[in-house]
């Protein structure tokens, strides 16, 4: 089974209006970090936002926020006010108990295209 | 402050060619990775250093060898190349305690031809 699942096709939004790409991971643990990255077109991976399980508020920096349902195993990334700028592919990723510390490994889904028009 | 760096940027290999790549990180992390991103396959981890002197695989190591030179520097080298091999390969380095964030290197995009 995928432990991160991004499954919607190319997103694309209006210049300034929000968006929310969906990711949705499995995992048994009780604790975990669930990551967003972004990778314009000209290729570099950008870190986002972060959300620990255990954080009792949903994580925000700046235009960013993470709607986070630990119930449901979603983690989705909004992104408010969309800028042109915005336009890149989305990469969701877990980070699970064991693999911390000095073990500490990152999963990645197979990401979103969101394509901002003007 | 450069990050993390990786050198080339861009590199040609027939097949059976062996090739190096160079990476380094100037944030005094001790976790470096390398990962190869390729279409509809997302990030998947080649090889890991948790710290200097230490390497582990990860999910597709094999075709690969790594070497942990020091702490700043974490190389990849491709033996005998092989056209499954093209790929964008990409560097990062992890800051340690809290979320255990991962930074990332501008990739160096390989052709095996």
């Known amino acids: 089974a995928q432990k991160i699942t991004q499954t919607q096709p190319g997103m694309f939004v209006q210049e300034k209006e929000a968006v929310t790409l969906d990711c949705t991971y499995d995992t048994s643990d009780q604790s975990y970090g669930l990551f967003w990255y972004k990778q314009p077109s000209s290729g570099e991976m950008i870190f986002l936002i972060y959300q620990g399980s255990y954080d009792e508020q949903n994580a925000t920096e700046g235009r960013y926020s993470l709607n986070f349902q630990k119930a449901r195993k979603s983690a989705n990334l909004v992104i408010s006010a969309s800028q042109l700028g915005d336009s890149a592919m989305y990469f969701c990723?877990?980070?699970?108990?064991?693999?911390?510390?000095?073990?500490?490994?990152?999963?990645f889904g197979k990401g979103i295209t969101l394509s901002v028009r003007p | 402050n450069a990050g993390v760096t990786q050198t080339p940027k861009f590199q040609v290999l027939k097949t059976g060619q062996s090739m190096t790549l160079q990476c380094a990180q100037d944030m005094n992390h001790n976790s470096m990775y390398w990962y190869r991103q390729d279409p509809g396959m997302g990030l998947r981890l080649i090889y890991y250093s948790a710290s200097e002197g230490t390497t582990d695989k990860g999910e597709v190591p094999n075709g690969y060898n790594v070497s942990r030179l020091n702490k700043r520097e974490f190389s990849l080298r491709l033996e005998s190349a092989a056209p499954s091999q093209t790929s964008v390969y990409f560097c990062?380095?992890?800051?340690?305690?809290?979320?255990?964030?991962?930074?990332f290197g501008p990739g160096t995009r390989l052709l095996v031809l």
């Open positions: 990723a877990m980070r699970e108990a064991f693999y911390t510390g000095a073990n500490s490994k990152l999963t």
């Open positions: 990062a380095s992890r800051r340690p305690g809290g979320q255990e964030t991962q930074y």
